[in-house]
């Protein structure tokens, strides 16, 4: 069983640019969610993806963007970056239903210049 | 609004210690309250998690306290290890752990030799 895991592992971006972070789901998970964690806080909700369609979202504005393909892989976009997106973005599969709990991958680091 | 407050922010505690990190939470929807334990570069990890039916649970030297009257739940350590040294977070959930996850802001756990 593999697990989590997340593309590319840093990137650096300047201001105004746009981004494309990659995240494959555990085997067997259909649900992708996706967070930010800034330095020295917990991660955020950004929003999450289940059978290719946005399920609930946080408070994040809409140059904050995702996909969810058929074999569950997911995409985070981010258009117009600020130096505030600065952060680790991590990834986090799980099945749809309660009795489950989300699994992470190593996030991606990505700076902002 | 930070709906899950934790504390201590850092903890140091001597090799065969007690560690104790406490979590507060503010909406009574939340019904599953996991610990995730993250090492520096890497994503979180799941540690133990609990649901409001039951008032303790344990897996090997770690244990979650919770009271729901209180709104408060915490992790216990026991004999604590300098391989523990890492960030923990809370979280809580509504509808169970596959949904958004509300983290609190993590605690610094530094265990001395």
Redesign the interface.
Same mark, same amino acid.
């Given at each position: 069983e593999t697990g989590v895991t997340q593309s590319p592992t840093h990137l650096i971006k300047t201001r105004g640019q746009q981004v494309t972070l990659r995240c494959s789901s555990q085997s067997g998970h259909n649900t992708v969610s996706w967070y930010q964690q800034a330095l020295g806080q917990g991660p955020q909700f950004i929003f999450q993806y289940y059978r290719e369609e946005e399920n609930g979202r946080g408070n994040f504005p809409p140059r904050f963007s995702g996909l969810q393909f058929p074999n569950y892989s997911s995409e985070l976009n981010v258009n117009a970056l600020e130096l505030d997106d600065s952060a680790l973005y991590l990834c986090a599969s799980s099945l749809k239903v309660s009795t489950d709990t989300q699994y992470f991958g190593p996030g991606t680091r990505l700076t902002v210049l | 609004q930070q709906q899950v407050k934790?504390s201590p922010q850092s903890l140091i505690v001597q090799k065969g210690g007690i560690s104790i990190i406490n979590c507060a939470y503010e909406n009574t929807a939340f019904d /599953?309250f996991?610990w /995730?334990q993250q090492f520096p &570069?890497? &994503?979180? %990890?799941?540690l133990i %998690?609990i649901r409001p039916d039951v008032s303790e649970k344990k897996e090997g030297r770690f244990t979650i306290s919770f009271n729901k009257s209180a709104k408060q739940f915490s992790l216990h350590i026991m004999d604590s290890q300098p391989g523990d040294s890492a960030t923990y977070?809370c %979280?809580a959930s509504k #509808?169970? &752990?596959? #949904? @958004?996850?509300?983290? &609190? @802001?993590?605690t610094k756990l530094t265990v001395n030799p």
């Open positions: - | 934790q /599953y996991p /995730y &570069g890497k &994503g979180p %990890a799941l %998690a977070f %979280a #509808e169970g &752990g596959s #949904e @958004k996850l509300v983290f &609190g @802001k993590g």
